[in-house]
């Protein structure tokens, strides 16, 4: 379909981010080498530039970096907590200033469209350690008892869809609370994060409170096993996450899981269409879908099923893919060639089962990892596309009768992270998020986050709470 | 009638010994495998043979379990509150042959005995009172940075596999089962595998106090016999390991893991002690509802 509006480029600039040829491991207060000498390079995704050279972490580096939040533990958490949120308050003000700078770096690294990082990662970053930098002072009116205690050391892995705002789910509640953290970013989105350690060193945080260690499982796994680590948080894949629970059984670690989903969005006959189409479009195309919360199944009720599909496919001819940079990009590159092939398997599988595939004309990068915008129509639950997570920018469309057959197939599936309601009907609504087993529901809207709002699963989506007062508890000795 | 001849008349009489059977789906069958196993008092006198519970039992409780879940995760919290107080009526009536049992069961004298016991009936008028009061405590409403109503309430994990205390028979049990049930979750729970008289005749209590079927399944045996099946059970939500030791909360931890069960760590706890309200939100989720707010504008327009 021809565009109705022809758009110029309109590129953010990169000179404001200068991305240095190597980078170290961060351990207590340094930027060092790993132990065994060994670096990675990170790609940008959308071109396949090479951004930089990273020390790539083993299992001595692991060691190291305990050893060095062991050590800082002891005064970061008998720092007065007043002080300890003047840290945080720091941080958050630094990440504002800096907001530009790592708004691009993330887009370059990560792949996502810049107005995703400059308008809903950074704020939402800075908003996570301001919101907990407040807590530090006041854990005592938690709920959680008097003078309630950190855990000791925590150890973090965390996943490359939105790097550096998961670092801030981790790190911000950490701190706050008085742990020290080792935290693990993905291998293939290291920058962000390493660029954090830049802000610790500017806020002037204590060496050791703070370690990054670029790497990958298996330095994720050394963080996680490691007999000196009392805490572990994980976001990621529900299989990695099962791996994790059974490593620190009969251990005292205490466990939190972020993982998978395969969220439904159901939308109801009376739901006000085009407010549906556009929740739907963020549900399942923000970050090109590589979202664990994502809206990946639309459950529409039968009777509006072609108005909804018909208004939907024009709304998806609109959207524009292409070089993240660009200010009026939609649809982002694919963060990975591994993600890319994983999601183009699913989807051939879908095809294969008997599903019928849907994209709008899209004109696809030549360099670069990239998959168009895909809706498949047709889908029955026994369908892999309608239970696997595929972590992409394809949306399964199953139909319903009944609210109960709506809840039922909502339900049907081994996730339970979020979910959508669309509907006029408050009363409907309550009903509904009250059947649906998932630990975040919106209605009436999707993809919304908040510092203050408890975000995980039900099911094998994870367990514990990250945001808000629910949050404080994964790092307490409660 | 004189004393004498009262005791008389007693001693000749034979006394009708009790059946104790499982509990489960709100009836009070036998092991399906048809075992038994001898229980003693601390001085080895023989009490009582109790069914010694397979794998099928431990499913079939599942399924039990499962089956309760949705009237009692949807029931109010007043009415649930109503009813673990009626389970604290109904021990107050039996509270001697509480009182008996534990004495046998633990070894201790009849005062030491009967404070187990009315311990164990106030505990489950401190949950009663919880039912309705715990998600206030946990929940609410979040004040995030937009036009949105935003509301977190705790939901009940679900089924709920539950390894009671090996030592407190009776105090300890109703320590680790009254939490799990007083938020909607059902349980399936493996009484003390040497001491396991008070809890199957608490089944018996708990089929006349209003209690749902299925919401409370009892289970004698080996723990660790029962305990495996149920922590690899994929309609299992969580597990509580209070009653297992080391080895056995580390295999049994492995296991949870394949489906992501919660699992509450074997620990320390003097069960004398008013508990707090932990061994609630370890079985609870918390759930987190949004809706836009809309605004009204000075024309008084609204989404």
Known sequence: MASAFEYAPAPESRGIVDIAPSYGLFIDGEFVEAADGKV??????????????????????????????????????????????KYLFRIARIIQERSRELAVLETLDNGKPIKETRDADLPLVAAHFFYYAGWADKLDHAGFGASPKPLGVAGQVIPWNFPLLMLAWKIAPA???????????????????????????????????????????????????????????????????????????GSRKKLTL????????????????????????????????????????????????????????RRLSTLRLGDPLDKNTDIGAINSEEQLTRITSLVEQGEAEGAERWSPACEIPTSGYWFAPTLFTNVTQAHRIARDEIFGPVLSVLTFRTPDEAVAKAN????????????????????????????????????????????????????????????LEAYLDV | ?????????????????????????????????????????????????????????????????????GAWSGATAYNRGQILYRIAEMLEGRREQYVREVADAEG??????????????????????????????????????????????????????VLAPQESSFLGLVSVLAPVIATGNTAIVVASEKSPLPAL??????????????????????????????????????IDLAGADDVLAKELEI??????????????????????????????????????TGSLGASGSSY
């Not at chain 2, 201790?108 to 401190?126: E, G, M, N, T, Y």
């Not at chain 2, 039912?131 to 949105?148: E, L, M, R, S």
């Open chain 1, 412 to 471: 049907n599936t081994p996730y339970g992270l979020s979910a959508g309601i669309w509907t006029e009907k408050g009363s409907r609504i309550l009903a509904v998020a009250n059947k649906l087993r998932a630990g975040v529901i919106w209605s009436n809207t999707f993809n919304k986050f908040d510092p203050t709002s408890p975000f995980g699963g039900y099911k094998e989506s994870g367990f514990g709470r990250e945001g808000g007062r629910h949050g």
């Open chain 2, 108 to 161: 201790l004298s009849k005062s030491k005995a009967a404070a187990q016991v009315d311990a164990a009936i106030d505990r489950w008028v401190w949950y009663a009172g919880w039912t309705d009061k715990i998600a206030q405590v946990v929940g609410g409403g979040n004040p995030v940075a937009g036009p949105f109503f935003n509301l977190s309430s705790p939901e009940p994990t679900g089924v709920v596999a």
């Open chain 1, 258 to 313: 972020e993982l998978g989903g395969k969220g439904a969005n159901i939308v109801f006959d009376d739901a006000p269409i085009d407010q549906a189409v556009e929740g739907i479009v963020n549900g399942i195309f923000f970050n090109q879908g590589q979202v664990c919360c994502a809206g990946s199944r639309l459950l529409v009720q039968e009777s509006i099923q072609d108005e909804l599909l018909d208004s939907l496919k």
């Open chain 1, 175 to 249: 701190l706050a609370t008085g742990n020290t953290v080792v935290l693990k970013p993905a291998e293939t989105t290291p920058l962000s994060a390493l660029f954090f350690a830049d802000i610790c060193r500017q806020a002037g945080l204590p060496k050791g409170v703070v370690n990054i260690l670029p790497g990958y499982g298996d330095a994720g796994a050394a963080v996680v096993a490691h007999p000196d680590v009392n805490k572990v948080a994980f976001t990621g894949s529900t299989a990695v996450g099962k791996e994790i629970a059974r490593t620190v059984a």
């Open chain 2, 255 to 292: 296991a949870a893991a394949d489906n992501l069960k919660r699992v509450l760590r074997p620990q320390p706890v003097d069960y004398t002690e008013t508990p707090g309200i932990d061994r609630m939100t370890a079985f609870l989720e918390t759930k987190t509802v949004w809706h836009p």
């Open chain 1, 40 to 85: 990675f390079k990170t790609v940008s995704p959308s071109t396949e530039e090479v951004l930089s050279e990273i020390a790539q972490a083993g299992e001595a580096d692991v060691d190291r970096a305990v050893k060095a939040a062991r050590k800082a533990f002891e005064k970061w958490s008998a720092l007065p907590g007043s002080e300890r949120a």
């Open chain 2, 1 to 69: 009638m004189s004393d004498k001849n009262d005791k008389t008349e007693r001693a000749e009489r034979l006394s009708v010994f009790k059946t104790y059977k499982l509990y489960v789906g709100g009836k009070f069958p036998r092991s399906e495998s048809g075992r038994v196993y001898e229980v003693s008092d601390s001085k080895d006198n023989w009490l009582a043979n109790v069914p010694l519970s397979s794998r099928k039992d431990a499913r079939d409780a599942v399924v039990a379990a499962r089956k309760a879940f």
């Open chain 2, 201 to 238: 005749s608490l089944g018996e209590v708990l089929a006349t106090s209003d209690l749902p079927g299925g919401v409370v399944n009892v289970l004698s045996g080996r723990t660790a016999e029962i305990a495996k099946p149920l922590a690899a059970h994929q309609d299992v939500n969580a």
